[in-house]
């Protein structure tokens, strides 16, 4: 979830509980008040889940094509509005891309002395993505 939504998130987990609680005997004890209270969260809980906005990650390594050493700093571009992200000393990247648009994007690794290399990715593919720059 994008950060902010950790009260939405918590507004979930309440709602689970209270999911829980229903399908046990205890619920059919509960007073009329108890079980007002319980569908007005699970309702508002769901209403909050359905404006969450989901992130999809893609993640990788950047690696040297001739000697297959990690390359840190490497400036990595993913989709279209061009969000700007980096390796870290292992050369891996993790990037983020809001669900709810093409399946595929741009993905475009940058370091200075070597090739840009510029690629389309499947946003559906669990697997991290291997960039060899080429010298």
Not at 39 to 45: A, D, N, Y
């Amino acid at each position: 979830m994008y950060a902010g939504n950790e009260t939405k998130a918590a507004y979930l987990c309440i709602s689970v509980f209270f999911l829980i609680f229903a399908c046990t005997e205890q619920f059919f004890k509960a007073t009329i008040q108890m079980k007002s209270y319980l569908f007005t969260t699970v309702i508002v809980s769901l209403l909050l889940l359905a404006s969450c906005n989901m992130d999809i990650c893609v993640d990788g390594i950047v690696l040297d094509a001739r000697t297959g050493k990690p390359i840190a700093d490497a400036e990595i571009t993913l989709g279209q509005k061009g969000n700007v992200y980096y390796s870290d000393s292992a050369g891996v990247f993790v990037c983020h891309i809001a669900s709810g648009g093409p399946a595929e994007a741009k993905l475009t690794v940058k370091k200075q002395g070597y090739i840009v290399d510029s690629r389309e990715i499947n946003l559906g593919d669990d697997s991290p993505v291997v960039v060899k720059l080429k010298q």
